[in-house]
């Protein structure tokens, strides 16, 4: 395996949304040079490609992204270097939904939900997306407000109906999150629980890792191998955070970990293109600048991925099989301990990038430009 390759081959995808003004649940913090609709979306993905060569494409969420033609905005995409990417339906954000969406206890509720699911099905066949990504803000927050067991069945029901209408190329992802908003019981609040749904849907159903929706000690590798060994771990949504979910920079929190998780992606087969599995980025950029913020979140997966590609798997293998527990740590530490910001400068070198993708956009005066041309209009945000 020549980990130049591997490293060159790579692909992050980055969130429309990160793009946009966000905030905390107290004030979304307005930005300048923000984009004003999808299509400046797209050019801001498109740059942080241009700057890093893995981010080819762009994840939309529906309908912070909706547009009247999406083949048209999928073909400026193209026209900028870039794709579009996985679909992510918006079923939390009315007030109709205040109670759930396709587990709510009224019909008339779950009908509007699963009417917009099977709308960014439609949306996918539109752009070419392979990938229907699914959060469910679904849950309660008191005890005896509303059956566990029925809510499972109508999140079932709903899912089996999306299930059915898929392509024979698209998949569902399904997210889990431990709880936010829901306070009492989420409907999908683990691994455990998105994987049983999966198991009962079938093969085009896997499940989507968010790192920042476990409990403070969650041991992410695990599952991610377990879930990989399974063929059932569909991609990521990146990100960090230090007590609950924050959507911080990917690797901010807690580099060591996001080595970890790669480390299983890597002895697990999952770069391998067949193993098919998403890696994209999860994350509202506040307080810091956009653009920069993505190109460092994508700098940082290239690193945790290099690391991991330089673990010596016959050393690690030997020293577990002879229980030498010290040595195997030691093979990892070793990787973990590389510093391969040179390997990666190289390779944007021999790419013909600049090795210091963040230097160099800071040079570009992009963000400059930005603010002079992005003026009038409603800056993108939450809501939007």
Not at 20 to 29: A, C, I, Q
Not at 95 to 114: F, I, M, Q, W
Not at 253 to 279: C, H, K, N, W, Y
Not at 289 to 318: F, G, H, W, Y
Request: hydrophobic content about 40%; charged content about 25%; proline content about 5%.
């Amino acid at each position: 395996m020549d980990i130049r390759d591997v490293l060159r081959a790579q692909r992050i995808e980055t969130p429309s949304w990160a793009y946009g003004n966000s905030g905390t649940r107290f004030k979304v913090f307005a930005q300048e040079g923000v984009p004003r609709d999808a299509y400046e979306k797209v050019d801001d993905a498109a740059t942080v490609h241009r700057f890093t060569g893995v981010a080819p494409s762009i994840a939309l969420h529906i309908p912070w992204d909706k547009v009247d033609d999406y083949a048209a905005l999928s073909r400026h995409a193209g026209e900028q270097g870039i794709s579009l990417g996985a679909i992510n339906p918006n079923v939390f954000q009315e007030d109709d939904y205040r109670l759930g969406s396709v587990c709510n206890p009224d019909p008339a509720v779950r009908a509007k939900a699963l009417a917009h699911l099977l709308e960014c099905v439609d949306i996918m066949d539109a752009t070419g997306s392979r990938d229907l990504s699914l959060w469910f803000a679904d849950g309660t927050n008191y005890p005896g407000q509303d059956s566990i067991p029925a809510r499972q069945e109508r999140l079932s029901e709903a899912l089996h109906q999306v299930y059915a209408r898929l392509g024979e190329d698209q998949r569902m992802l399904l997210e889990y999150k431990l709880f936010e908003p829901a306070f009492y019981a989420t409907d999908i609040p683990d691994w455990g629980t998105s994987y049983a749904h999966c198991v009962d849907l079938g093969p085009k159903a896997q499940v989507l890792v968010d790192t920042g929706h476990h409990a403070p000690g969650t041991n992410i590798e695990f599952i991610v191998a377990f879930l990989l060994q399974r063929g059932r771990l569909g991609g990521f949504h990146f990100n960090s955070r230090f007590y609950a979910d924050d959507d911080l920079m990917v690797g901010a929190a807690d580099p060591f970990q996001l080595f970890r998780i790669m480390t299983e992606i890597v002895l697990g087969g999952g770069l391998d293109a067949s193993a098919g599995i998403a890696f994209m980025l999860d994350q509202c950029h506040n307080i810091e600048p956009k653009i920069p913020a993505m190109i460092r979140s994508v700098l940082n997966v290239q690193e945790a991925t290099a690391k991991a590609l330089l673990v010596d798997s016959e050393a690690l293998r030997k020293s577990q099989v002879e229980g030498d527990v010290l040595g195997a740590n030691a093979v990892l530490m070793d990787a973990f301990s590389t510093d391969v910001r040179p390997l990666l400068a190289s390779l944007r070198e021999d790419m013909g990038l600049d090795p210091d993708p963040i230097a160099a956009y800071h040079r570009s005066g992009h963000q400059e430009k930005l603010r002079a041309g992005r003026v009038g209009g409603s800056a993108a945000g939450w809501g939007a």
